[in-house]
C-alpha cells in the first residue's frame, strides 16, 4: 500500500529565502508525482506534475523533481514571497491506477 | 464553467438523514474524481469516473456511499444514514482525461457536518 510523507509539517522563512519541501512515497511504481497547494478553505490548486519517465519540471520561480529509485521529490522555491504561504501537498498517482495518494502537507508561512 | 463548482459550500445535516453533494466539472473534462479531506490531513481518494462509468471505487468506506454521473458531466455523491465520522470536506476533482498526464483541478469542496 502505498504511503506518501512529507517533512517538514510547517516551516516559517522569511520573505526572499530559497526553500525545499520534501516528500517521500514507499511504492516506486507511480504514474506520476503531483505537486498542489491548499489555501485555507479553498481547493487545491496543482503546481506541478511530474510523469514517471521525467526527473524534474519547472515553472517560474518552483522546481520539482523526481527520484523514484530512492522514493523522493522535492518542491524547491526561489525567492519565496507572503503570497506562496499556504499549506502544500505531494500526491503520487499508483501504476495503472487514477487514484492519487496525498501526503498530509506541508504548511508554509512566508514571513514579510 | 472556469472551474470545478460544488454545491453547497456547507452542509449541516443530523445523524441518520440522507444528503446529496454536487460536483460541476470543468467543461469537457472526461475525468471526475471524489475526495475527502479531514482537518489535519490529505484528502483522501473515493470514487473516480471516466465518462459515465465508475472505473475506481475501492475508496468509498462503506455501502452507505454512493456516486453517479449519468450524463458524463455532473456527478452527486450521496450519502444514506449520515454518521459523525463522515463530518469532513469533501472535494471534487476533474482533469482533461485519464492518461496520467493531466493535472487535477479541484473545486473548493464541500463542508459536511453532521450533528
Known amino acids: 500500500k502505498q504511503e506518501v510523507t512529507q517533512i517538514p509539517a510547517a516551516l516559517s522563512v522569511p520573505e526572499g529565502e530559497n526553500l525545499v519541501l520534501n516528500c517521500s512515497f514507499t511504492d516506486s511504481a507511480i504514474y506520476n508525482l503531483q505537486w498542489f497547494r491548499q489555501d485555507p478553505g479553498k481547493g487545491l490548486t496543482s503546481l506541478l506534475l511530474?510523469?514517471?519517465?521525467?526527473r524534474e519540471q519547472t515553472s517560474g520561480r518552483l522546481n520539482a523533481s523526481l527520484d523514484k529509485s530512492s522514493g523522493r521529490s522535492t518542491l524547491y522555491i526561489a525567492a519565496s514571497q507572503p503570497g506562496d504561504s499556504a499549506t502544500y501537498l505531494c500526491a503520487a498517482a499508483q501504476g495503472g491506477s487514477e487514484k492519487l495518494v496525498f501526503g498530509k502537507g506541508t504548511k508554509l508561512t512566508v514571513n514579510p | 464553467g472556469a472551474g470545478v463548482s460544488q454545491t453547497p459550500s456547507n452542509k449541516v445535516t443530523e445523524k441518520g438523514k440522507y444528503v446529496e453533494l454536487r460536483c460541476d466539472p470543468i467543461?469537457?473534462?472526461?475525468?471526475l474524481y471524489w475526495y475527502r479531506q479531514s482537518l489535519g490531513q490529505g484528502p483522501e481518494f473515493l470514487i473516480y469516473?471516466?465518462?459515465?462509468?465508475?472505473?475506481?471505487d475501492s475508496g468509498l468506506p462503506n455501502d452507505r456511499f454512493f456516486a453517479v454521473r449519468p450524463e458524463g458531466s455532473v456527478s452527486t455523491l450521496k450519502i444514506q444514514r449520515t454518521e459523525r465520522g463522515d463530518s469532513a470536506v469533501y472535494l471534487c476533482a476533474s482533469s482533461r482525461d485519464a492518461t496520467g498526464g493531466s493535472p487535477l483541478h479541484f473545486g473548493n469542496g464541500t463542508r459536511l457536518t453532521v450533528t
Open positions: 511530474i510523469q514517471s519517465s521525467q
Open positions: 467543461s469537457g473534462h472526461t475525468a
Open positions: 469516473f471516466q465518462g459515465t462509468g465508475a472505473a475506481d
